[in-house]
């Protein structure tokens, strides 16, 4: 706002000025965007920065503070958010999904003779898996039975969409024919359910096995 208050300060005067040198005082000054910067000098802000960059980034700062988190030494500049740990498993947890995705599509087509079955089955797994795996990669070693798991506002709406959307190309009446998906019965749902359940499992016994091994190492720093 202050700068704003100089701004206007600015073109006054220099409009004054121009007024007493050229004596055109029965003529108004208008002043069009080009001639700014005659007035207040070369632009501060890009306007259009936003616009002409492509380059992807990741959000952060939107979950509340964690606790303890200004007692933590502070990360290096040089070390990436992508240590080994969390590339085993994020490779570990996308060979699983696609591996599971594949069987449901398998076992639908077997179990009930019809192709469009199978590759319902594994999209409901598929969108399933997504939402344990947002909350789990929340955190490396923690669990997502918490509190704190749910304190990102925008990752619980996304969850919760997610859900929806499982649900509603398999059980709905207006997305199974808008997508190509068959309507699935609850036995069908429930049995693609089972994967994201089992990656669950696995992520907790993952995280569990990490901080017994981290608490093991302790004594020993």
Do not use: H
């Not at 202050?2 to 073109?11: H, K, T, Y």
């Not at 939107?62 to 080994?84: F, H, N, Q, V, Y």
């Not at 429930?190 to 089992?198: E, Q, T, Y």
Request: hydrophobic share 50%; aromatic share 6%; with cysteine.
């Amino acid at each position: 706002m202050r700068q704003l208050e100089r701004d206007i300060a600015g073109l006054a005067r220099k409009a004054t000025r121009q007024i007493v040198s050229c004596g055109s005082a029965s003529r108004p000054i208008i002043i069009r965007p080009p001639e700014l910067k005659n007035y207040l000098g070369p632009a501060r802000f890009a306007a259009d920065t936003a616009e002409r960059i492509r380059e992807f980034g990741i959000a952060l700062g939107l979950d509340k503070e964690t606790p303890g988190l200004m007692l933590r030494r502070p990360r290096p500049r040089s070390a990436s958010i992508m240590s080994p740990a969390v590339i085993a498993t994020v490779g570990l947890a996308g060979l699983f999904m696609s591996l599971a995705i594949d069987a449901m599509i398998v076992f639908g087509k077997n179990q009930y003779d019809k192709v469009e079955i199978g590759s319902t089955m594994g999209l409901v797994a598929f969108s399933l898996m997504l939402v344990i795996a947002a909350f789990e990669s929340r955190d490396e070693t923690g669990s997502i039975l918490r509190v704190e798991t749910f304190d990102n506002r925008t990752v619980n709406i996304t969850a919760v969409v997610e859900i929806v959307l499982a649900i509603l190309i398999a059980r709905g009446t207006f997305l199974p024919p808008l997508l190509g998906t068959s309507v699935l019965t609850g036995e069908q749902w429930l049995i693609a359910a089972v994967p994201a359940l089992v990656l669950f499992v696995l992520w907790e016994l993952g995280k569990a096995l990490g901080r017994r091994g981290g608490k093991a190492a302790e004594p020993q720093a």
